[in-house]
């Protein structure tokens, strides 16, 4: 089993930054690929950004040049940096890991509020 802990959300003006982190642990060598979801209210849960452990990445066309996905293998730890922030990038961000697809082990979640 893995265990993913996130942190880093809050309320940020438009125009923001706020730097998510998710701290991974227990049977980590399970883990190659390493993602953020978001799932706004009314809305499906969406991937927003994956990295693979050879630092492959993946974003969503709406969050490219403003988000940064990043990964410590050293420290077991994923990141999302999220600079340009929108209104309507306010969601709950999941943080998601597993084998070969970022699905298999999922995070509580943390919220992340972006005011106009």
């Known amino acids: 089993q893995v265990q993913l802990v996130e942190s880093g959300g809050g309320l940020v003006q438009a125009g923001g930054s706020l730097r998510l982190s998710c701290a991974a642990s227990?049977?980590?060598?399970?883990?190659?690929?390493m993602g953020w979801y978001r799932q706004a209210p009314g809305k499906e849960r969406e991937l927003v950004a994956a990295?693979?452990?050879?630092?492959?990445?993946y974003y969503v066309y709406s969050v490219k040049g403003r988000f940064t996905i990043s990964r410590d293998n050293a420290k077991n730890t994923l990141y999302l940096q999220m600079n340009s922030l929108k209104p309507e990038d306010t969601a709950i961000y999941y943080c998601?890991?597993?084998?070969?697809?970022?699905?298999?082990?999922w995070g509580q979640g943390t919220q992340v509020t972006v005011s106009s």
């Open positions: 227990g049977s980590i060598f399970s883990i190659n690929a």
């Open positions: 990295i693979s452990s050879g630092g492959s990445t």
């Open positions: 998601a890991a597993g084998l070969a697809e970022p699905h298999d082990y």
